[in-house]
């Protein structure tokens, strides 16, 4: 892989990352009390089984790439979040079980993230990694990070469930990236990798 492909491909998981995290984790809470008028309380309750779901689901990606390769885990894990997250937004969520039950899977979904870090380590040479990553995912994060709230915010004039068609957005792109990932890119760095990354 190029180092500009590289870059390209590392900012655009930077973005699903962020995607995942600002959109599922940190604005469903405040969505959920304006949108569907569900108390503080709960919606901070379901915020925590989101929030343990996707730390499961950052372990499964781990396990999923080191048998599997990054391409599955992104193609299948991205579309099981894209379905995850739609059956979460456009159920009837004022009954707390089911709540808990819609948004935990949406939450334990995200955790295909896990994986980022992965395939950014393998996208670039052990003598320009650090380089590389720090620039692909801080730039990227700060631009899309940024901009996800004031984007939705806005979209939400437009539609209520602004959130979910940007999170089904950013899912399928995930899984088009997840096409675009070489298929033998799974397990640890060659021997050879992990000694020039060390010294």
Known sequence: MSHKKAVAVSMLLTWLLSAGIVEVILMVPLWLQQQRGISASVALQANCVAIIALACGCIVAGVVI???????????????LAVGSWIFYHSDVTHPPHLFLTY???GFFVGIMGGVPFVMVYAFPA???FSGISFSYNISYAIFGGLTPM???????VTPM???WYVLA???????????????VKGAL???DRAKAVG
């Open 162 to 164: 602004a959130p979910s």
């Open 104 to 106: 935990g899977t949406a």
């Open 190 to 192: 060659p021997r050879t």
């Open 127 to 129: 003598p320009v990694r």
């Open 66 to 80: 080191g048998r599997f390769g990054a391409r599955k885990n992104f193609v299948v894990g991205c579309a099981l």
């Open 170 to 184: 950013l899912a399928l792109m995930g899984v088009a990236l997840g096409f675009a990932l070489p298929g033998q």
């Open 151 to 157: 984007v939705v915010t806005l979209l939400m004039k």
